[in-house]
């Protein structure tokens, strides 16, 4: 077992996968056991948003939303959930709003 600290502006995602959390980050992936609503919690005051209920996105890295896909500047395709479409949309584009204008 080995303990890892990230930067927070590396991480361009969390995936819950196999009752494991995937951390997506510029230097690779890692895992870790976890539950997704403690890291929402924890990941509350960073502009992190969940378009589904198994990601965690850093909004920053939004590139396009298409359909119901979010295209990441990494390449990554996340899938939106329809239940969290609307609500998501509006988070990333007051978010694109106030920080990329």
């Not at 924890?42 to 965690?56: A, D, G, V």
């Not at 899938?79 to 204008?101: G, H, T």
Request: aromatic share 16%; proline share 2%.
């Amino acid at each position: 077992k080995v303990i890892k600290e990230f930067n927070i502006e590396d991480i361009y995602y969390f995936e819950y996968i196999n009752r494991k959390i995937k951390i997506k980050s510029k230097d690779g992936e890692y895992y870790f056991l976890g539950q997704m609503k403690s890291l929402k919690d924890k990941m509350s005051k960073y502009p992190f948003e969940s378009c589904h209920q198994n990601y965690l996105i850093q909004l920053k890295y939004a590139k396009k939303i298409k359909g119901y896909n979010l295209y990441l500047i990494n390449g990554d395709t996340i899938p939106i959930s329809q239940k969290k479409a609307s609500s998501f949309r509006q988070k990333l584009f007051e978010y694109m709003k106030v920080n990329r204008s």
